[in-house]
């Protein structure tokens, strides 16, 4: 009898023991997050989950995840910084959710590996990821990463300011499409701005009131001018000079032809910025999907939905297409023995589940990154992402190229000496192609 | 055998800190301006990647056309390598039987397609990684295939029966090889860059109008006034400027901003003179890094020229009150002769930290706008350190750093040079 008794034990007792000397494995986990999003959070519960799993399976191991976070102002360049630099000192993480723009940098490198050599992507829930996300999760002909959130950058208006300006409640409503349509073009935009000055509805230089700080959102209005940014049968970079003359003759525009954007915008701070979006200060801004958490929930803002308009970003002229940039971010493994990056690949999968991907797309409002979340409750009951999701059809991404961060500069530096009223768009141009051609030679066709 | 003086064995440890905090780094600088190191080919070892652009570059190439067919042609193939390897993994035995009753001689032309023969078997592989083995096991081709190691790509060749000669293998290691090599491509980049001769007038102007408007300038101008006043004064003055230095850069910097902003103290201020709020840092990004620089800077020379007129005899300012010299004779006759050396000590030191020092200016305009104020120690940090997208070039700005120092080391010389080094150096007559 008391063996009999001792025998019913034995599993438990057994089960016990395995779980009592399972080894604990570290997975570090970087990455961008700010109290508004849910990247962490979806890691912890990833890794409580695979963990449980695990000792399901039977396997010796427990994964304890070391979670390393930037925030603030400059938080991409010193995690990307952090990145490269850990990586090379062999003291970087596992896993690193970052730019998908990444991928060509980190990959040429060898630093992180390709993920469709450890993730099987036609099973649950990859195979329900939106199939347009793959695209920037691609380099080389393999998939290096997989998606975790995506966005629409947006134009955005105080409604109020516009129904000053003449705007009735109609035309109010029919804006957003007149945008998608391409009849109302960035020279409108400049054109409200104006008019909003000049009768006194915002201060100078308040009209149209653009991100302060460097940003992808900026290739938008190289695009809204068809500018070409990456020739599809080489995968080099392409600069085409009249998009580009366009785009900084907009903006020199903006500034001193219809003087609704001021000389020295660039550098304001990002405080005073959303102070000045929030509050009714600037009239007519342009922004991500993202940034209504922000407002809503950092600052406050809850008025949002009755007093702010958006739309896509418009077309540069008649005759060309509104656009969005989408930028998602991608989970990327490093380099690394066989069972961390298997432990790291099943991680990504379950954080990649749609109900705790809902948990980040709202919390941060961002978009959902799977076809499922339409149908859950807890996401299309949100109006946000359905409000701003179809709105992904015109997106664009940045191209993954292992230059981008050069060309992309350059590019920048271009358009802040025209603001800023060094060089006309022309003489800008000109400087640019000089420069590129000096520094990056025959990695960039300048057409 | 001839003693070591004491002395020597005390310098030893400053002598070795020398070497291996500046010397070493100047010349480990120099090695890597060779280089065109970047985050995107990494600093340690080789990747060679079997890229489209790598396989484009073998097609223009002089490689042999059958070596360059068999590395583009892509196959999955039950041989018996293939069903080796299988046996010897961690797959499933009733699998791995299976596989060897029914697949060998059987050939795939996609990885999609073998996948698909593999979940038809009765005993299919358990997991992905199982399948992504029996993948790696039966591939035949090198068409977007990459290698950390020269080695297994000799052994990937093997497997595949490629035979290729030294001089088809060192062109497509050449080819496919994504690491850093040795250029001086960068240092023709310094000269081509349009941009370089505008940051280094920056550079210039900087250096120029901080040290002799606030290191040296203002620096001797507090110490000549604070000499003329009482004890208790001149303390309190000299601790007024003092404060700057001993702020924390951040949250000195973080105060001008919030002074200078939009919404900021000086708009508030000027807003009663009728001028709309604005940016100031962005209007006067000069005006801003030179003068948040200088209000750090002054205090230092005000301390070392302060302490040097200290030590001017007293009776030699005595004798020429009683002589009739007025303040401004004194100062030009006595004072300023008297610190020459603390004067030369400040510019060249000055000089020089200010060459290489960024850090106010990072925080404040960061160099805009337009790389207005970008001077050349932040054009090397940017470079090599902080991009926005993660586009580091050690190589690049580890050239631009060798620049710096030789601009350093002409600046010392200019100086000494200048100021008589070698009559300062000499022993006082009196004491021969």
Redesign the interface.
Known sequence: MKVKYFLSFFPIIIYSITFAYARDVEIGFWTKNDPIDYRNGSIKMAVMILNEELKIEGADVQVVAKIRSWDGG?A??NL??A??LAM?AGTGPTIIL??H??I???G????IQPID????LD?WPMSNIVESLWGPMSW???IWAVPQDAEARLLFFWNKHLAKIGYSESDLEALPDKIASGSYTLYDVLKDAQKMQDQGVV???FGFYPRPK??GDYWQFYRAFDGDMQDSA??KLVLDKQALLAYYQFFHDAVYKYEVT????????WS?WH??VTSGKAGIWHGGTWQRAEWVDMIGFHSFNENVGFGLMPAGKSGFKPTTLTHPLAYMIS?NNDELS?LAARIIAIATEPRINSLHAIKSSHLGITKVQDAQEFYKNNQWPSDTSSLLENAFSLPNN?????Y??AVW?GL??V??G?LTPQESVD?IT??LN??MGGKVIIK | MKRIPLAYWFLLPAAVSIILFYVLPVILTFVFSFTSMASDTGIYGNHYVYSKNAIRALEKSTLNRDIFKKIIERKYVFDSESLKIISQSKIEKKTQTEIEETLPGTVYSTEKALFEALDKLKNKPRSFRDKKIISRATIRSLNGEEFIEISEMRVAFEKLQIEVGEEDFDLITEVTNTSWHWTTKNYREVFSNPDSWRIFKNTGLYVTLTLGLFNVGCALIIALLTFYMSLGQSKFFRSLWLIPRISPSVLYVLLWRDLMDHSGFISYVMGYFGVAPTNWMGEFPWVTIIVINGFVGASMGMIIFSSAMQAIPKSLLYAASVDGAYMWQQIRRIILPQIRWPILFIASYQTLSLLTSFEYIQLSTDGGPARDTEVWALHAFHTALSNYWGNLRYGFGATLSVVLVVIGIIASITYLKLFKFQVLLQEPPIEN
Request: no cysteine.
């Open positions: 400059k991409w360049s990307k910084q990145y490269s090379e970052s730019g723009e990444d060509a940098v980190w040429n490198s060898g630093l050599e450890l993730l099987d099973t080389n002909g393999k201060q100078k230089g460097k940003g080489t995968g001021s000389k020295n915008h660039i550098g304001t701070s005073n102070a000045a380099r298997q292992t230059s981008f961060g050069q992309d500069i530096n802040t000496a603001w800023s060094r400087y000089k420069e000096a520094t």
